[in-house]
């Protein structure tokens, strides 16, 4: 009887404890989440979009650079392609629509520890309803998986091929899912900072692109008007104004009204040697500058890179495996280096990033075979990254020593 009395309440307490408390970002690891594939015979009318190259998804035409694990995704869930194993199964993917498929991704964050995910949105890609009401499917799934599996989630604009008048399509589409009441912004899984709901805008300053800081000001303005925190994305050397980043003093001005901020740096080191030597010459000084202003500073790490299936169907040529991952050693080098720097909180790109080779969910270590050719790590469990970005929670609240742990049998 007494067991029988214990046991409710041993449960209750195990699922409270798995609850991420999402009224700060402080001490959180968060994931990018894209959330972008699409598949035919989904139900979106995208095709194979963030699959196919060149409007084909077969051998020798492909957008990804590593294959996901579907395994735990019902069947009806997945969706069959032309490519195949060696065994000559055929290999199937999943299409981000599907709500199976978002709620598996964030019951891994859940089980492997990881405190939620940034979902990104294209705003480029408001304008058209085509492409618009899949994303707010999207949305809709992951408001409810993050809720369902104790994470948190927030909405991250990204501002990527926008034009002059370009800011004005988030403002709208902020309007829209406020007033559709397809956001919910207060609710306990929406990530809060500072007492405020938080949203994040990527890709301020970099030189790539027109600057429009009259317009950013403005939408700055906006959101923090209706009552947000935000988060701004920024080049990975706007500390000094160079390199990757527009010089422009005023830059500054516009970030310092900013709650967080996080620089890219996706593709701007290769090795963990350049993480170690990037601790003094560029973390500090960014967290220093941060500090100093009262705003928070939120590294992006990332487990290494490759696009060469991408690359050439814009034909392009690019190196395969352009940034080894060397089974984990080098996102580990970078956290430990943000650790180093007195980061408070850590932003890992990307959660399922296929196209680019930076997704930390489950890929097959045996993908398939053919034209195409995919990463894999063969002598690595395919829950590898997802177990170590969960180490990662431990390394930034100093549970654990920065020694990379030994992953499980």
């Not at 989904?42 to 650079?65: C, L, R, V």
């Not at 995910?117 to 304008?127: N, P, W, Y």
């Not at 701004?232 to 010089?247: E, R, S």
């Amino acid at each position: 009887m007494i067991r029988l009395l214990i046991l409710p309440f041993l449960l209750a307490t195990s699922i409270h404890a798995q609850v991420v408390d999402t009224s700060t970002l402080t001490g959180k690891v968060v994931c990018g989440y894209q959330g972008w594939f699409r598949c035919e015979g989904d139900g979106s009318n995208n095709g194979w979009h963030h699959y196919a190259a060149g409007g084909k998804f077969e051998p020798g035409q492909s957008h990804i650079e590593m294959w996901p694990d579907v395994s735990e995704i019902p069947p009806h869930d997945r969706f069959a392609t032309p490519f195949k194993h060696a065994d000559g199964r055929t290999a199937e993917v999943f299409s981000s629509i599907r709500e199976s498929a978002v709620q598996l991704h964030f019951k891994w964050m859940r089980d492997y520890g990881i405190d939620g995910a940034f979902l990104q949105r294209f705003a480029t890609t408001t304008r058209d309803k085509r492409f618009r009401d899949p994303m707010d499917q999207v949305l809709a799934h992951c408001q409810s998986a993050a809720k369902a599996n104790g994470r948190g989630w927030t909405l991250m604009y990204d501002l990527s091929g926008i034009k002059e008048d370009g800011i004005q399509l988030v403002i709208d589409d902020w309007k829209r899912l406020i007033t559709e009441k397809r956001l919910e912004r207060d609710g306990s899984a929406y990530f809060h900072h500072h007492g405020k709901p938080l949203v994040a805008l990527w890709g301020l300053g970099f030189k790539d692109r027109a600057p429009m800081l009259d317009e950013w000001s403005r939408l700055i303005t906006f959101l923090r008007d209706d009552g947000c925190a935000i988060m701004l994305g920024v080049p990975y050397y706007w500390g000094t104004l160079d390199h990757d980043c527009i010089k422009d003093r005023k830059l500054h001005e516009l970030i310092a009204r900013a709650d967080i901020v996080s620089p890219w740096a996706v593709g701007r080191l290769g090795t963990p040697q350049d993480a170690a030597n990037r601790v003094e010459k560029i973390l500090k000084p960014d967290v220093a500058w941060c500090a100093g202003r009262k705003l928070d500073y939120l590294p992006v790490i990332f487990p290494g890179f490759s696009w060469q299936n991408l690359s050439k169907s814009r034909g392009q040529e690019a190196k395969f495996d352009a940034i080894p991952r060397l089974g984990g050693q080098f996102l580990w080098s970078q956290a430990v280096a943000a650790r180093q720097a007195d980061a408070q909180m850590l932003y890992v790109a990307m959660f399922d990033e296929l196209d680019e080779g930076t997704a930390i969910f489950k890929t097959m270590n045996q993908p398939p075979v053919g034209d195409s050719q995919f990463l894999a790590e063969p002598s690595l469990p395919n829950d590898h990254y997802l177990w170590l970005t969960g180490m990662l929670v431990k390394l930034l609240r100093g549970e654990i020593s920065v020694e990379m742990p030994t992953n499980k049998p």
